[in-house]
């Protein structure tokens, strides 16, 4: 493969490399001006939802975002198969 | 009471003052009473693109340091009777520009005008933030590459942030995506950034797109906002524009690549 082939062949895909990119870019950037009281707020759910549960903390993510005029708040908590309530 | 918009991206050269002189030719020659601003101290671009360079003789930083009264720094567009142009100094810092002072000349215009149209400088630095203090609803100009979309990105934070509607809690500024220089042919080759993406990507509703055109030169040389370049693919796209900015429907042109001739053009294919 010549080097043209390689530079026309790989021309082809760079839309979709930015916007691979600019996914990363801005999830990060968006979650970078997260209020300060994130961790603490993770850290009671922890506590609150191991009462009920069994749950690690690595197993909890709460995450702040801008969606235009909101700002949404997402809490993903990760269950084991075992640990399925109910 | 006047509606304040303004445009802005956080990044240079992607069609601020482009969008700004034409955007605002379309709101008067629809009637509005209309005046634009140039935020962008130090460079005075606006003024260039309407044409009206050699008529400035006050600009906006003499009225905000009281060396000229409003009325007089106020330049009428040579094309539209009821279109203003508020030019800035080539001269002074970009700090020259107060608080307090953009503050008075902004209450002084509300009552005049219809439309106050705030040309916004590049950055989010304390010239953007003038810029977009005041405004009611924004136009975010956005190309089809990566730092625009990621300035983009950071302006709307700002918006959403740092603005006097913001800081009042009053409901938020209505924000507007403006795709410029989009180049149909090259999305359709995969190498630029589709309006989807870019949609995807910002999500704020879309006002328009503007495609990459060499009348955007011609246009400039002249001193005419693209607006007037009749029957050009620019002109034709910021009318559409201005007309979904006021509230009518108009389907999107010029995102697909031409595969026909000049009448197909005109008569839709
Ligand atoms: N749709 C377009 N097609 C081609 N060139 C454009 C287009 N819009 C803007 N330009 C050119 O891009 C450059 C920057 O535009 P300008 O409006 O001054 O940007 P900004 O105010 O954001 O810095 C200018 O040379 C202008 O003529
Ligand atoms: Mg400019």
Do not use: W
């Not at chain 1, 996914?23 to 009920?52: C, G, M, N, W």
């Not at chain 2, 009225?63 to 106020?74: D, F, P, T």
């Not at chain 2, 508020?86 to 970009?94: A, E, F, G, I």
């Not at chain 2, 959403?160 to 800081?167: M, T």
Request: hydrophobic share 40%; net charge negative; aromatic share 6%.
């Amino acid at each position: 493969m010549s080097f043209l082939d390689y530079f026309l062949g790989s021309r082809k895909k760079t839309a979709s490399v930015a916007k691979d990119r600019l996914k990363l870019i801005l999830a990060h950037e968006r979650s970078a001006d997260t209020p300060d009281f994130l961790p603490a707020l993770q850290e009671e759910l922890l506590t609150v939802i191991s009462k009920y549960m069994p749950v690690e903390k690595d197993q909890i993510s709460v995450h702040m975002e801008r969606r235009g005029d909101f700002e949404v708040l997402e809490l993903n908590i990760l269950f084991p198969e075992q640990h399925s309530p109910g | 009471m006047a509606q304040t918009v303004v445009v802005t991206s956080g990044k240079g050269g992607v069609g601020k003052t482009t969008t700004s002189a034409a955007f605002a030719s379309g709101l008067a020659q629809r009637g509005y009473r209309t005046v634009v601003i140039d935020f962008d101290v130090g460079l005075r671009n606006l003024d260039l693109v309407m044409g009206c360079e050699r008529r400035v003789v006050y600009d906006f930083i003499n009225v905000i340091h009281g060396e000229a009264r409003l009325q007089q720094a106020l330049i009428r567009d040579k094309m539209l009777e009821n279109l203003y142009i508020l030019p800035t100094s080539q001269t002074r810092d970009k700090d020259a520009l107060t608080t307090e002072g953009v503050a008075r000349v902004m209450e002084e215009l509300q009552t005049q005008f219809d439309y106050i149209v705030c040309d916004s400088p590049a950055g989010i630095e304390s010239g953007a933030l003038r810029a977009l203090y005041h405004a009611d609803a924004a136009i975010v100009v956005t190309n089809p590459e990566v730092s625009s979309v990621r300035d983009s990105d950071r302006i709307l934070g700002i918006l959403a942030a740092r603005s006097k509607r913001a800081e009042e809690g009053a409901e938020p500024i209505r924000e507007h995506l403006l795709l410029t220089r989009y180049a149909p042919k090259r999305v359709q080759g995969g190498e630029m950034l589709s309006l989807d993406d870019v949609q995807e990507l910002l999500r704020i509703p879309l006002l328009g797109v503007i495609p990459e055109s060499e009348i955007i030169l011609q246009a400039s040389n002249q001193g005419i906002p693209a607006i007037h370049m009749q029957g050009s693919d620019v002109a034709l796209a910021y009318e559409d524009v201005v007309a979904r900015f006021l509230g009518e429907e108009r389907p999107l042109r010029f995102v697909q690549p031409e595969k026909t001739g000049f009448f197909k053009r005109l008569f839709g294919g």
